[in-house]
């Protein structure tokens, strides 16, 4: 079975752009995956006969401010985590016991925190220390297994901390948000149907002096109309 | 935003102290969940939305009781079907990734001959040597690959299996928690 080229094409640019920023990917999808599952959720809610009118006023604001709310949680919060479990690990902050061996046998634990000089494009630059970097220079005495050993340890402190960084805005953060925004749609919507429903009361107006004559209730009621309460001049008797 | 993220980490991480992990059961932990990846990932999420959400929910006094009842049961219906969904699409895209993205090395151990299919996925340019060097870089261009699958499924599984069922388990829930109920309902809420 030949495999078209097409296929070729978007492995290799997989390959070349998205798998050295997977975080960023992961960013996006995820942000689509929201916002696809908010509408399609959305949807379901607006044909739900069960569902009454006044909760669906709350419900599908709920549903659209939880995509929202996810997708800034997350960026804020969950890569936070991520990123803060990645580098305490890249950094050497916190190894296991034949990483912290692996430090002190090649004496760089004095290292750790600082930046070391490197040369990059024939310039010397400082960069900051990091295990990783260390465990594929072929200068240090590397035990074996140690690589597989320390991404091993990277993956679980990065699977970890984006974990609990997930769990804290899409479980805490996101619902409590999502209903404070929903909730205040959901009065604003009232609110705006109730005046719209409310009587409007016509004041004292030469347009209608039919109704301006002594004894007569001059309030011209009109019940039920979709359109904004009429403010204007004249004395307004309710 | 996220470029705001990297510098204060950078600036945090100095002045933590140094930490090794001693205990082997917490290391042997910590590597077990380097193992796991998005479907584990989902699984833990749904778990943790079930404590918490409906709860976050049914003690919403913003609404009345009756929007409160139907939010809380949709909350426990969406997490129900998104993590019954969300976990099997993701393990059945890993495992056909997986499949489709056999490294020579990955063949020699299931002694499978290499054939078009088994390697369909796999960047063209790369040698036996290069596999080898770049095994972490293969396993970002499979969750590359796998996530991008995932998002294509879920495109249609989101409006044909999430969608619909979360609705049938919301229409439940509220007739359950209606069952349940022997108090009149309020309607007065906090409108």
């Not at chain 1, 009232?190 to 409007?200: C, M, V």
């Not at chain 2, 002045?15 to 796991?36: C, D, F, H, L, V």
Request: proline residues 5%; glycine residues 6%.
């Amino acid at each position: 079975m030949a495999i078209p080229r097409f296929v070729n094409w978007i492995t290799n640019k997989s390959y070349e752009k998205l798998a050295p920023n997977l975080g960023d990917m992961l960013l996006v999808t995820g942000a689509l995956g929201w916002v696809l599952s908010s509408i399609a959720q959305a949807t379901v809610v607006v044909f739900n006969k069960k569902i009454s009118d006044d909760q669906k006023k709350f419900l599908i604001p709920q549903e659209l401010a939880d995509a929202g709310v996810n997708i800034l949680s997350f960026i804020v919060l969950t890569r936070s985590c991520q990123k803060f479990g990645e580098r305490l690990v890249e950094k050497g902050k916190l190894a296991t016991p034949k990483i912290r061996e692996f430090l002190e046998k090649n004496q760089l634990t004095s290292k750790i925190g600082t930046s070391i000089k490197e040369i990059v494009n024939d310039k010397e630059e400082l960069k900051p220390f990091s295990v990783e970097k260390e465990i594929l220079n072929p200068k240090n005495q590397i035990e074996k297994g140690l690589k597989k050993h320390y991404y091993n340890f990277c993956d679980g402190v990065i699977f970890i901390s984006s974990t609990i960084g997930s769990i804290i805005s899409c479980n805490i953060i996101t619902p409590i948000l999502r209903n404070k925004f929903a909730s205040a749609r959901q009065k604003e919507a009232i609110q705006r149907e109730k005046t719209h429903k409310e009587p409007i009361f016509l004041p004292d107006s030469p347009v209608l002096p039919a109704y301006n004559k002594p004894g007569n209730d001059n309030r011209v009621k009109v019940a039920s109309v979709n359109v904004p309460r009429i403010i204007t001049g004249g004395s307004m008797r309710v | 935003m996220i470029k705001i993220i990297e510098p204060i980490v950078n600036k945090i991480i100095p002045k933590i102290p140094e930490k090794t992990i001693k205990s082997k059961w917490w290391g042997n932990q910590i590597e077990k969940a380097g193992k796991y990846s998005s479907p584990e990932s989902r699984l833990i999420l749904g778990a943790t939305a079930i404590a918490t959400q409906p709860w976050i929910d049914f003690s919403n006094k913003d609404v009345d009781k009756e929007t409160r009842k139907v939010s809380c049961a949709r909350t426990i219906a969406k997490i129900i079907a998104g993590t019954f969904t969300g976990y099997y699409i993701r393990k059945w895209c890993i495992k056909s990734i997986d499949a489709l993205t056999r490294t020579p090395e990955e063949l020699d151990k299931l002694k499978q001959k290499p054939t078009e299919l088994n390697r369909a996925l796999i960047p063209t340019s790369l040698s036996r040597k290069e596999f080898a060097e770049a095994e972490r870089l293969m396993k970002k261009h499979r969750g590359a690959i796998g996530t991008c699958l995932a998002l294509l499924v879920m495109l249609f599984t989101n409006f044909l299996i999430d969608a619909p069922l979360t609705k049938v388990l919301t229409n439940v829930f509220v007739d359950k928690f209606n069952k349940s109920e022997n108090k009149p309902s309020d309607t007065k809420g906090g409108q």
